[in-house]
């Protein structure tokens, strides 16, 4: 946003209509998510991009696989539409304790298993084949670092 050139111009004021005031009433912190935001809480420090087991568990937590996979990645929950796969536990216990870190990688970004059976696409690979390498490597080191 820094890097845009600010403009100059009124805006019109802001009008709820009729379904926007049914929505409102229903759940306020719908509409006005700065209502429900804590704004005495720290912010997280800042982590520095690199190949390390930190920022690892900084990209799991971003990336959403510790929302799907569950905080301590051991899988088990069915987040997505009826019939969709619950996720795959990642830590030790699951099928990718042997996994090499290039296997990992063809899986998240691939959406291949080593075995050579495709991932269901509500996990979202095609959208981690954009992370580098050492990401998804900072990833894995987190991983195994943990479990
Ligand atoms: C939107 C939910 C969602 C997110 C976000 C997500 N996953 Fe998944 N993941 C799944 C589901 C569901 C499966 C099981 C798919 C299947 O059984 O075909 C899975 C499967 C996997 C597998 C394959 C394991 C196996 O043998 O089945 C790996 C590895 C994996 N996820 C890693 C990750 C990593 C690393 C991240 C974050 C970068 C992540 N996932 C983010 C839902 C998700």
Redesign the pocket.
Known sequence: MRSKPPVDKAHPDLTIGPDGHAVLAANPGLIIAAAIIDHQRVPPARVTPGRTVEYGMY??NI???T???GPSLKGGLQ??APG?????D?TST???AQWTEAQ?AM??QGGV?PEGT???P???WKD?RF?TADEVGA?FDY?RAQH
Do not use: D, Q
Not at 84 to 88: D, E, G, I, M, V
């Open positions: 990209l799991a990336a959403g696989c929302h799907c996979h987040l997505g969709t796969p619950p996720s795959t990642l699951g099928p990718m990992f899986a998240v298993r495709g991932i269901n509500f996990m979202p981690y992370m990833i991983i």
